[in-house]
């Protein structure tokens, strides 16, 4: 009987340790849940004659930062800065600076100027933007509200992406038609994105 009662203590506290320690560990789990839901965003673009171009994140070319796309040479003294959000409110500025910017604003327009991310494009629907903020050289514009996102209505595949502008994006360019856009940087270039995150 006495035999009995200790196996029983014994087993009691046996569960009362599995219990503690489920309890200590879930918030881990929690954290490496958290860290999975963050987002890399960059700066992304092309300019009319190539002279200038920021790639997207997964292409071979983005390590060279910003570069001349018919020579695929970098171009030097420009700093490149990217962001990161995460499930709730989104807010970030994806950035180029530097005075060698003025290397390719002779070309006078753009194809392309985005914001690119890590966002897989199946789980588009769950960022909502409410309105980008493009500057050049500290001065505002255009901003845009509820910009197109990439990939294309009933379309999953690659990375979302937030359009300014692409010459070759229909429904880019009802917000902002490239061929219409003739101010180049000579020192910065940057596009604040806010918006939600489910």
Do not use: E
Request: aromatic residues 8%; glycine residues 8%; charged residues 25%.
């Amino acid at each position: 009987m006495r035999f009995q009662k200790v196996t029983k203590r014994v087993l009691s506290l046996a569960v009362a340790g599995v219990v503690a320690a489920a309890a200590v560990v879930a918030p881990v789990s929690t954290q490496k849940a958290d860290a999975a839901s963050k987002y890399s965003a960059y700066l992304c673009f092309a300019s009319k004659g190539y002279n200038g171009v920021a790639a997207n994140h997964d292409d071979a070319n983005r390590k060279l930062g910003v570069f001349n796309g018919n020579k695929t040479k970098k171009i030097a003294g420009v700093k490149v800065k990217n962001a990161t959000f995460k499930k709730g409110k989104v807010k970030f500025t994806v950035s180029v600076s530097g005075k060698n910017l003025k290397k390719f604003a002779s070309d006078k327009g753009w194809n392309s100027l985005y914001v690119d991310t890590t966002l897989p494009g199946a789980q588009k629907k769950k960022l909502s933007i409410s309105k980008i903020v493009v500057k050049m050289d500290g001065k505002t514009v255009k901003t845009i509200k509820k910009p197109a996102l990439t990939p294309d209505p009933g379309k999953t595949n690659g990375y979302t992406q937030i359009m300014a502008l692409n010459t070759w994006n229909k429904y880019a360019n009802k917000k902002w038609n490239a061929s219409s856009v003739k101010k180049m940087p000579k020192k910065s270039l940057s596009i604040t994105v806010t918006g939600k995150m489910k």
